[in-house]
């Protein structure tokens, strides 16, 4: 019998797929707004030979140690989170990599994040109601689960329960930043975000760059200890990751990338759509703090 483990083991290894040395920087589970829990993004990154996959919840870091023991030695992932940020008046996504889960300060202003979160859905829910909308709200805290809520957890539930066709629907109709029911978030500015990943030992990067992402910009935001751009991301046109590498080499910040999925209803953000390659990994790691 001992004779047979040789080959079994090759057999084993034959059935996995080949890693490719890339890395998924931006995935979202159900701790936060994704439909896949931490268990199917681990399977999928595998399927998909990723060797290192990011957890980047908003505004939570409760998913990376569940993904963590479920992965095992197989596919590496990376603590992360994204948190809502506020950059001259504007919305700003900040990824934290690389953080110590254990922070105190990051993991008191995250929860404080997360509180405002929760009651923004529940009124948001209200408006719902006021728009001749309602939803069931006996076992809504049961579908919607314990994670960290926000817009598409709403959209998910609308499609669900038959008031929209779709959940891009429901974002057109309602829940579009200039939607219907749409609320204001609690942000923290970006520079105070920037310094509570630099402590927790981490790299701050900048979520999808919008097209005001130029020189100006980036010298006070590095300025502030920013680190990293995300240069790889779904939604970009044929040229802008070029654009952002280009920017980032001129301020020797790394480059991130990542499919930013959120659950199989958007296959271009498949997870492994878009990522680093193991070169570039290592540049980021090179930059954490801790």
């Not at 995935?27 to 999928?44: R, W």
């Not at 940020?85 to 996504?93: K, P, S, T």
């Not at 805290?141 to 038959?162: F, I, P, S």
């Amino acid at each position: 019998m001992p004779a047979r483990q040789p080959f079994t083991a090759l057999c084993q290894a034959a059935a996995r797929p080949v890693t490719t040395g890339r890395a998924d920087l931006h995935v979202h589970t159900t701790h936060s707004d994704g439909a896949y829990t931490p268990a199917q993004v681990v399977e999928l990154a595998r399927r998909n030979g990723l060797a290192a996959v990011a957890i980047t919840d908003h505004d939570t870091l409760a998913g990376v140690s569940e993904s963590r023991a479920l992965a095992g030695s197989h596919i590496e992932v990376i603590s992360g989170v994204e948190i809502t940020a506020e950059y001259q008046a504007r919305e700003l996504h900040l990824l934290g990599y690389f953080v110590r889960l254990d922070d105190e300060p990051l993991n008191a202003a995250l929860a404080r994040l997360r509180v405002h979160r929760d009651k923004r859905f529940w009124d948001m829910v209200e408006r719902l109601r006021e728009q001749g909308v309602p939803l069931n709200t006996d076992n809504l805290r049961q579908q919607v689960g314990t994670g960290v809520l926000g817009r598409r957890n709403l959209a998910v539930l609308l499609a669900g329960a038959g008031r929209v066709g779709s959940v891009r629907e429901a974002f057109l109709r309602y829940l579009g930043d200039d939607g219907q029911v749409t609320l204001p978030k609690v942000r923290i500015p970006v520079e105070e975000a920037i310094a509570l990943v630099r402590g927790a030992g981490g790299v701050a990067a900048w979520a999808h760059p919008s097209y005001d992402c130029n020189r100006d910009t980036l010298a006070e935001l590095s300025s502030w200890g920013l680190a990293a751009i995300e240069a790889d991301y779904p939604a970009y046109r044929p040229g802008r990751g070029r654009e952002l590498r280009a920017l980032a080499a001129a301020f020797g910040l790394a480059v991130t990338g990542g499919s930013d999925c959120h659950g199989p209803d958007q296959p271009r953000r498949a997870i492994g759509a878009c990522g680093v390659s193991a070169a570039e990994l290592a540049v980021l790691r090179g930059k954490a703090t801790g």
